[in-house]
């Protein structure tokens, strides 16, 4: 186990019923900005829950951030709340919209011209930030308690993420009633999206972490066992509100403590994302199964712990680890993401070379948990998901 | 999974040469004031690193807090702090230590004659604390990254919790090195300390939280897997950080969450301290088993979930609980923990009579994850384990 530094002070308030708590924890002088996606929130109830636990303040609001959600949108909600001088942002959705007022936190007290640039690392990123806080109606992305972010670029076609102590949510609400009217595609999505931030942080190297390896082996279980039930009785309490806990567990920072991560497929699924607009889940469903298979002896060891205690593969490690990763695939492929970009219409080399020439271009260095994905690997990687 | 609300923001420095990371947590006009055990700190090492972190800060000392830290020791540092008008406290050592730190800095704040009558609920507690910091150097209690402490009064031989957010402490350091030298019987009782800890969280009724089940059993099966590797090769370093991992996962709230919870063998094991200085996790590997066969009914889905995911014990429900007891019981002998009144000469029907009656003068309610734990039953179980 590496050393390490822990500290997240995100408090939680998670059930139903548990928006109306969030009224003492808001500076009773703020002005509120409320900042949320396309409306769902008005047809589930959620708007009017959140207006409720905001009466005697003063609240302005901001609905239309998107999916994958655009600079160009945050930096008019950034306008509107230089204008109205708002003093507290309230993120209601999903990580999206926590994802983007993240930024605009940041952004709203940015001194220089152009916020893209502490984005992409031209300037210093501010040292101040507007605080945050969210309620998240969607279990998927683990924003709620920690302190990233990722925002794309309409104009360049980038999708970046992005990282500061000073934007992690004063608190979260976690009411799993707010997820059972989700699309059956956005539940699916949001399972995979969990899934595979478990593995960004378990599919490795073997660090003599035990206790780290089966927390993110205890995620992994249940994501298996509740997802289906998600799909099957989306109205089931109960199961929402495991999934929407593995949400949270998985991206709080405790799985990876001392441990190596890889975030592979993250960097090459937002490229995807950027060029082609595939959902995020579905860009790491087909890539995932591609960085395994390419650095299948690099991470055989614990891809066939995986097989062995989660899925209840038997055989040699070789055995295992591929099985696992062929499983891991019907997983994806029964939630319904597919695997291959044949589902999508899109040429895989086409793809591979374009994304491979984004890398170059940013000259950027070698990564995964050793540092080994060069933009060559990267064109690899993606071809062989054809 | 019922409603929670989780807030925990001590931060955490965790491995080798971590202590040297304390000096700007500090406040630089901070008088700082070390409190530690019998001087185990001046043989490894420890009192020396924490000086050289505290150089440039004023710094005063006491040593000789005890094992079941002493309401009277207490008072004598609280009035040592008042003299010297030390403005942070720097626990340094085991968790009797960092409790008799929580407790001392409540009462150092406390405005009427006497602390007790707020640790016993005559008086309300302060609503100040004096800030507080731990250097951890035997990883049993999980006070490290919580708000509960325990105390004893020797004049009436009396043992009781306490809890405030006031006393969570702000930073936590844990190097395992610190650990190693720990004589076996610490060690032994450090590892039953955690897992009985975990298991009053675990061993309850189902409640539908597959993820804070899992999260439990990892803990359970880290502790089984390095406990006796701990005993045997002592200077193992990944060996001592994956116990210290897990003595800090099990108390930081997160398995709890939503979840019921037991603690009946801490309430009555307490009492067995405090009458017989029987060391705490020996009262705990003597009751925990006799709690666990006087609700065996109650207790038996998880007893059962455990033996068969941790122990991967075989059979039908009421087969595999019952053995995992037995089980239970022969990995604390293993480890020199008695789990029998025989092992101390003490008559057990004479504990039963006086910790029952303990119970009954002070109308002490039905306690345990269903609150059916009444002063009969407590006689009961401390019989059944003469």
């Not at 993420?161 to 539940?187: A, C, H, K, N």
């Not at 989306?234 to 567990?249: E, I």
């Not at 070789?318 to 597919?338: M, R």
Request: charged share 20%; hydrophobic share 40%.
């Amino acid at each position: 186990m590496n050393n390490f530094h822990y500290h997240n002070p995100t408090r939680l308030l998670f059930g139903k019923g548990e928006i109306a708590s969030i009224t003492p924890l808001i500076p009773k002088s703020a002005k509120v900005m409320m900042i949320y996606g396309g409306g769902s929130i008005f047809k589930n109830g959620v708007h009017d829950q959140v207006k409720k636990a905001l009466e005697g303040f003063e609240v302005i609001e901001f609905g239309g951030i998107e999916p994958n959600p655009k600079y160009e949108t945050c930096m008019s909600v950034v306008k509107k709340i230089k204008a109205e001088k708002a003093t507290f942002l309230l993120a209601v959705g999903g990580g999206s919209v926590l994802d983007a007022t993240k930024f605009i936190a940041l952004a709203a007290k940015y001194k220089g011209e152009d916020p893209w640039d502490f984005i992409t690392q031209k300037s210093p990123a501010p040292d101040e930030a507007l605080p945050l806080a969210s309620i998240m109606t969607l279990p998927a992305t683990g924003s709620e308690m920690n302190a990233s972010f990722v925002i794309s670029r309409e104009s360049t076609q980038e999708k970046f993420g992005g990282y500061s102590e000073l934007i992690r949510p004063l608190f979260s609400v976690i009411d799993p009633m707010t997820t059972m009217s989700l699309p059956p595609t956005q539940t699916a999505n949001g399972i995979v999206d969990v899934f595979v931030h478990t593995m960004e942080q378990y599919a490795t190297c073997p660090n003599n972490g035990p206790l780290q390896d089966r927390q993110a082996e205890a995620i992994l279980s249940t994501l298996i066992e509740e997802g289906p039930k998600a799909m099957a009785t989306p109205n089931d309490y109960d199961v929402r509100a495991n999934l929407c806990w593995c949400s949270t567990q998985t991206l709080n920072g405790y799985i990876s403590c001392g441990m190596p991560q890889d975030w592979a497929s993250h960097e090459i699924g937002h490229e995807l994302t950027a060029l082609y607009g595939i959902d995020h889940a579905r860009t790491l469903s087909i890539i995932l199964p591609g960085v395994w298979r390419t650095f299948l002896n690099e991470k055989k060891e614990k891809l066939a712990q995986y097989g062995s205690r989660v899925l209840g593969l038997k055989g040699n490690v070789d055995e295992v680890a591929l099985e696992a990763i062929e499983k891991t695939e019907e997983f994806f492929e029964s939630l319904g993401l597919p695997t291959r970009f044949k589902a999508y219409d899109i040429n895989a080399s086409d793809a591979a070379r374009l994304v491979s020439e984004r890398f170059t271009a940013r000259n950027k260095p070698g990564f995964g948990e050793k540092g080994l994905i060069t933009p060559e690997i990267v064109r690899q990687i993606i071809e062989s998901r054809a």
